[in-house]
């Protein structure tokens, strides 16, 4: 082998070197490097003139202020006002309004429901739901993004997952109030309602989706099935 071919050669070897530690640099960056989830929907740069501080979360108090009083709320206490076409009541609380939640990366929901009642088809865009029902019993679900049904009947001290950004709904399976409480993990996780993004809350579409809804209460899912949405059933 001449001096060229051996010179070649070795550049092909540190090619391959090279091109392999970029290639497991590409796989195994830790999260620290890579860009943090965002708190608001959308976030366009401001024109150069326009710049102000503006966080993507909540300026942190002087650690000589913080008191204990921050990581208390009382804001879950109470159930909310039931007195609406679909019987329910949800209340997410989010840093804006819990202090000590800021920075944590989660936020904390209490949804009361009627007898009859449901909360409406919806998803959370920034984060995963961990439910506990508290009282009564529910019926939950969510949809897949092929459109399968996951739907479990739920009692008192069940657990229920709905995964981050997929739709999901939560009714009433029984003949008193039932009371749910909810784990997000983000501290603004966003709320898109289906329905309510389109058409006022007291339309016949909405009246509509709420009696096409309750069929689901009729409908028995073994823990292997899943289903289509019966829109028409």
Not at 137 to 158: I, M, N, P
Not at 171 to 195: D, E
Not at 203 to 208: A, P
Request: some cysteine; hydrophobic content about 40%; proline content about 6%.
């Amino acid at each position: 082998m001449n001096f060229y071919s051996h010179l070649r050669v070795q550049e092909m070897k540190l090619f391959t070197v090279l091109f392999s530690y970029v290639l497991l640099l590409g796989l195994y960056t830790p999260p620290s490097l890579s860009d943090s989830p965002p708190l608001q929907d959308v976030c366009p740069m401001a024109p150069r003139g326009e710049r102000k501080l503006f966080m993507n979360g909540y300026i942190c108090k002087h650690p000589s202020t913080i008191l204990a009083s921050d990581f208390k709320t009382l804001l879950l206490n109470h159930a909310g006002k039931l007195d609406n076409m679909v019987r329910s009541s949800a209340n997410i609380i989010t840093a804006a309004e819990f202090p000590g939640l800021n920075t944590l990366g989660m936020s904390m929901a209490r949804t009361d429901i009627d007898s009859y009642g449901i909360v409406l088809p919806h998803s959370h865009p920034r984060a995963s739901e961990m439910m506990f029902v508290h009282d009564g019993s529910v019926l939950a679900g969510f949809f897949d993004t092929t459109g399968k049904l996951f739907q479990k009947r739920l009692c008192e001290g069940d657990v229920f997952i709905f995964p981050r950004g997929l739709v999901h709904f939560i009714m009433n399976y029984g003949l008193r109030l039932a009371t749910t409480f909810s784990v997000l993990n983000s501290q603004n996780p966003g709320v898109v309602g289906i329905t309510h993004a389109m058409f006022a809350p007291d339309s016949d579409v909405v009246e509509g989706l709420v009696a096409r809804m309750m069929k689901f209460r009729e409908m028995e899912i073994p823990d292997n099935k899943t289903t289509d949405f019966p829109w028409t059933y």
